[in-house]
T-cell receptor, first 113, second 107 residues
């Protein structure tokens, strides 16, 4: 089954404690991206990757890191989380061009206290 | 840069129609439409490519005017299941989404 898998689904952590949210896709997609969703602000792009070892900043990259060492995986790293990073996060993947639909992971609800 | 959606919210009775608009300040290669139920992942509805095409399935259709960099989503004879938040996504070199339109369909 074609899918994007995010883990964990829910996470409560404390300020400053490094964390990683994993994202894996099984469709051999070149394009992967991370979004955060906050009420009234829609899906804001954090980082995206056009292929292995190619990443670029989206609209809200501050406080986040990503890596793309393998085509299937695109982890999101918060080196020192702060309460303003409390949000719902989605990973998505698609074929490289805009002619194909994006597949979303189930979402990760992160709370930083 | 995020595309701009309007309206922010709309409330309908079953059977009524709605239009959701999406515009961008950048030239667009394609426009995507997704629907999200509360707390769930967005679900793909359709893609429109350059060429001013119109697409649709069932009672949901969309148009894309690349010259005006605008797209509209049309929901006709709305059903309760249409409730949710609708996002347009615009693809240039990467995918950006609008802030969403919350659609509520009441009996």
């Amino acid at each position: 089954e074609a899918q994007v898998t995010q883990n964990p689904r829910y996470l409560i952590t404390v300020t400053g404690k490094k964390l990683t949210v994993t994202c894996s896709q099984n469709m051999n997609h070149e394009y992967m991206s991370w979004y955060r969703q906050d009420p009234g602000l829609g899906l804001r792009q954090i980082y995206y990757s056009m292929n292995v070892e190619v990443t670029d900043k989206g609209d809200v990259p501050e406080g986040y890191k990503v890596s793309r060492k393998e085509k299937r995986n695109f982890p999101l790293i918060l080196e020192s989380p702060s309460p303003n990073q409390t949000s719902l996060y989605f990973c998505a993947s698609s074929r490289r061009t805009g002619e194909y639909e994006a597949f979303f992971g189930q979402g990760t609800r992160l709370t930083v206290v | 840069q995020q595309p701009v959606q309007s309206p922010q919210a709309v409330i309908l009775r079953e059977g009524e129609d709605a239009v959701i608009n999406c515009s961008s300040s950048k030239a667009l290669y394609s426009v995507h439409w997704y629907r999200q139920k509360h707390g769930e992942a967005p679900v793909f509805l359709m893609i429109l490519l350059k060429g001013g095409e119109q697409k649709g399935h069932d009672k949901i259709s969309a148009s894309f005017n690349e010259k005006k960099q605008q797209s509209s989503l049309y929901l006709t004879a709305s059903q309760l299941s249409y409730s949710g938040t609708y996002f347009c996504g615009t693809f240039n070199n990467d995918m950006r989404f609008g802030a969403g339109t919350r659609l509520t369909v009441k009996p």
